[in-house]
């Protein structure tokens, strides 16, 4: 004997099919969340790691470079080659400029054209210092001198859609009348000057440093960021197996630091080649950032 449902019934279950479809589309919406816990940031390669492969042979080294998972690669050295030359190398190996680590003299007088001319061939934005004379991390005076002079520099970028950033190490944390010479650096210097943090540099500071702290503490500023691991305890740990916490130190990366591009830099010497080294701790990142 069949029982026709009431209206009641076929409201009832109505409810239940939309309350169902309502957990469903919540599921959904944690895992898509979860799935974008990081933002798709593209991950390149100091060239530094890899300054004695360069050095013999340029296309072999960007080939493993790029077989290897990288993006980018970040020069400090041109190795006698023009900015279009490099710009060819780099494309035959499906890589593009992350930046380049300058000196102050190439950004100075008649040698700024010069480097504006070789960045724009290479196809590269990000024109970094690569370090400043000791004494300025020493001296108010000196610190907001050389502020104002990459404020200069900055300006003059501005017109060739470049821009100067400045990379720290590790007097960068020296403490000046209470507060640490980046954070006094970051507030002199205009929202145009990059600033390249290194994770690593940073952590060696001895006292140590809050690497999120730092981040948070200038918001908007960090465009470049070196991912370099830490480890006190075992210094040749890879990413993941230091003492860094990656997870923090990337979501303040990317919700308030504002950073545009990773770096991977792996500096200590073991038995394997560095790109093994570099691949390494490539993958882990990655892995991190699953």
């Excluded at 502020?147 to 060739?160: R, S, V």
Aim: aromatic letters at 8%.
């Amino acid at each position: 004997m069949s029982v026709r449902p009431t209206r009641r019934d076929v409201l009832k279950l109505g409810g239940a099919a939309a309350a169902s479809m309502a957990a469903a589309s919540l599921l959904e919406g944690t895992a898509a969340l979860a799935a974008a816990k990081y933002k798709p940031i593209p991950i390149g390669v100091q060239a530094w790691c890899v300054r004695k492969q360069l050095a013999t042979d340029i296309p072999g080294t960007l080939a493993q470079v790029s077989q290897a998972g990288f993006e980018l690669l970040e020069l400090e050295n041109a190795f006698g080659k023009s900015g279009a030359e490099w710009k060819t190398l780099l494309t035959a190996a499906n890589l593009k400029a992350a930046g380049f680590h300058h000196s102050l003299p190439e950004l100075r007088g008649d040698k700024l054209q010069q480097t504006i001319e070789f960045n724009q061939a290479l196809g590269n934005r990000n024109l970094i210092i690569r370090s400043l004379p000791p004494a300025v991390y020493t001296s108010v005076d000196l610190l907001k001198q050389t502020a104002d002079e990459i404020n200069g520099f900055a300006e003059k970028l501005k017109p060739h859609q470049l821009r100067v950033g400045y990379h720290n190490h590790t007097t960068d944390f020296n403490q000046l009348d209470g507060e640490f010479w980046w954070n006094r650096f970051a507030d002199a210097t205009s929202k145009d000057v990059v600033l390249q943090f290194d994770t690593g540099n940073a952590s060696e500071k001895e006292g140590g440093v809050d690497v999120v702290q730092v981040l948070k503490r200038n918001a908007g500023r960090v465009k470049s960021m070196h991912i370099k691991p830490f480890s006190k305890k075992t210094p040749d740990a890879f990413i993941g197996s230091d003492e860094l916490n990656w997870p923090a130190i990337m979501t303040t990366a990317e919700t308030v630091a504002g950073v545009e591009l990773y770096i991977i830099e792996y500096e200590r010497t073991t038995a394997k080649p560095p790109i093994e080294d570099l691949k390494a701790n490539l993958d882990l990142f990655k892995k991190l950032r699953a």
